[in-house]
T-cell receptor, first 118, second 115 residues
């Protein structure tokens, strides 16, 4: 069965520290998509990145970077030089591709709550 | 372009009542999904609608229902409210659904409190 595990429930860092949020997934599909979302206290889930299973290149966007490793089924997210505004809950999610049958949906991890303290 | 709009943002209901939540997806998006989020359970998938048809459904009782209109706007209804239904209800829209690889975009959610 598909599964997404975010083992870190809560992380607390001091501003300017680097922090890595872990995401490990399980799937039998060869084609799938992985996502990261950020949920600030306001509640809205903000899309951060989408990665398909055939693209293992690491991605960097400003202070954010993602390390996708199929060999370990991981899609980790690193924030460099963290800021107070990065405080939020971060979710990792896994999506099956079209040929997965009728029972298809986005599978979510339980989220990692990140607190960046000044 | 405008994002996903959910109304109302906050509401308080009494046990036994029913509630209807509304979601307007991003223009051009045909897939709308609903999620329930509670502190203990995380994000739980309720259902997905695509072109007015329910395409997928989560493991929720029949008290939870939804529909989608021809303009892709969607509503979800919860009847006979229970205290445990208190949660943040999130609506998400995408072109054709996340399972197609499309990115899904969320609204700000509707905070429901049942007393």
């Amino acid at each position: 069965a598909q599964k997404v595990t975010q083992a870190q429930t809560e992380i607390s860092v001091v501003e300017k520290e680097d922090v890595t949020l872990d995401c490990v997934y399980e799937t039998r599909d060869t084609t799938y998509y992985l996502f990261w979302y950020k949920q600030p206290p306001s509640g809205e889930l903000v899309f951060l990145i989408r990665r398909n299973s055939f693209d293992e290149q690491n991605e960097i966007s400003g202070r954010y970077s993602w390390n996708f490793q199929k060999s370990t089924s991981s899609f980790n997210f690193t924030i460099t030089a963290s800021q107070v505004v990065d405080s939020a809950v971060y979710f990792c999610a896994l999506s099956e591709a079209e040929n997965a049958g009728n029972n298809r949906k986005l599978i979510w991890g339980l989220g990692t709550s990140l607190a960046v303290n000044p | 372009k405008a994002g996903v709009t959910q109304t109302p943002r906050y509401l308080i209901k009494t046990r036994g009542q029913q509630v209807t939540l509304s979601c307007s997806p991003i223009s051009g998006h045909r897939s709308v999904s609903w999620y329930q989020q509670t502190p203990g359970q995380g994000l739980q998938f309720l259902f997905e609608y695509f072109s007015e048809t329910q395409r997928n459904k989560g493991n929720f009782p029949g008290r939870f229902s939804g529909r989608q209109f021809s303009n892709s706007r969607s509503e979800m209804n919860v009847s006979t409210l229970e205290l445990g239904d208190s949660a943040l209800y999130l609506c998400a829209s995408s072109l054709a659904g996340a399972v197609s690889g499309n990115t899904i975009y969320f609204g700000e959610g509707s905070w429901l409190t049942v007393v």
